[in-house]
Nanobody, 123 residues
Framework: VQLQASGGGLVQAGGSLELSCTAS????????VGWFRQAPGNEREFVGC????????YYSESVKGRFTISRDNAKNTVYLQMNSLKPDDTALYYC?????????????????WGQGTLVTVSS
């Protein structure tokens, strides 16, 4: 599976962005998909994940209530809608495919990682 994350950019605090993650060469419709992020000098951080059919979503406390993950399996695409953005959300955002259908926050359970898309939130 090759993953391509897109939609990053520069936005002011309080603004919104929607990231997309598209898979090629193989579908990920049977797998959970997660989003992680990494800010300069920081460890990679779990953002959230969505189960194979979109029925379950799980978010980190830092983004809960502001970010929403959805998916369209017909388009082989997963979305990360980010609202009420804060400067602390500035990071390189990665999408990744879980080995199983439900997902979780353990990065070792994810097999494929995209290149990442940069989100910069100005104050």
């Amino acid at each position: 599976v090759q993953l391509q994350a897109s939609g990053g950019g520069l936005v002011q605090a309080g603004g919104s962005l929607e990231l997309s993650c598209t898979a090629s060469k193989r579908t990920f419709s049977n797998n959970a998909v997660g989003w992680f992020r990494q800010a300069p000098g920081n460890e990679r951080e779990f953002v959230g994940c969505i189960s194979w059919n979109g029925g379950l979503t799980y978010y980190s406390e830092s983004v809960k209530g502001r970010f929403t993950i959805s998916r369209d399996n017909a388009k082989n695409t997963v979305y990360l809608q980010m609202n009420s953005l804060k400067p602390d959300d500035t990071a390189l955002y990665y999408c990744t495919v879980n080995r199983g259908p439900v997902g979780g926050r353990d990065p070792t359970r994810y097999n494929y990682w995209g290149q990442g898309t940069l989100v910069t939130v100005s104050s």
